[in-house]
């Protein structure tokens, strides 16, 4: 049985973890950069193929980053990659480029904001989760 967990939800950021019968396979973050294709970016495939006035049509894009320990088998990137990109709003000036990580002491740390900060950082991401306090917490409610 697969299940998923967000671990964290921000305003820009979300980090999910997909477990496989109690064991985790992968983390997984979602980033909205809030910023256009980088020239690294338009290296990749598919892009690369595009035409330039169209990639820089594009105003905002979302990094879907997978992480694991090791290189995640086939199945499992089969599986995660178009499950991902359905959370995503793709729109003509919105779009999302998702890379695959290996981190190979991902499961040697305890899960808090240091650890999701390293992960953040092994990928390349420039966004930092500074340290809040109960008062900006969302609480839910059932009232």
């Known amino acids: 049985m697969i299940s998923l967990n967000r671990n964290l939800k921000l305003r820009d950021l979300e980090i999910f973890n997909i477990s496989r019968n109690g064991k985790i396979i992968s983390y997984v973050i979602i980033e909205d950069t809030r910023n ?6 338009k ?27 090791e290189k995640l088998n086939e199945e499992d990137s089969i599986f995660l990659r178009p499950f991902f990109s359905e959370f995503v709003n793709n729109t003509n000036l919105t779009n999302f480029i998702i890379k695959e ?13 240091k650890f999701f900060n390293k992960m953040l950082k092994n990928i390349g991401s420039n ?10 917490w969302i609480y839910l409610s059932q009232d």
Do not use: G, W
């Open 127 to 136: 966004y930092s989760i500074k340290e809040f306090d109960e008062m900006n």
């Open 36 to 41: 256009p294709f980088t020239e690294e970016d």
């Open 101 to 113: 990580y290996i981190q190979e002491d991902l499961y040697d740390h305890e899960v808090n904001l």
């Open 43 to 69: 290296k990749l495939d598919p892009l690369c193929y595009m035409d330039e006035e169209d990639i820089n049509a594009i105003l905002n894009v979302f990094r879907i980053s997978i992480i694991n320990d």
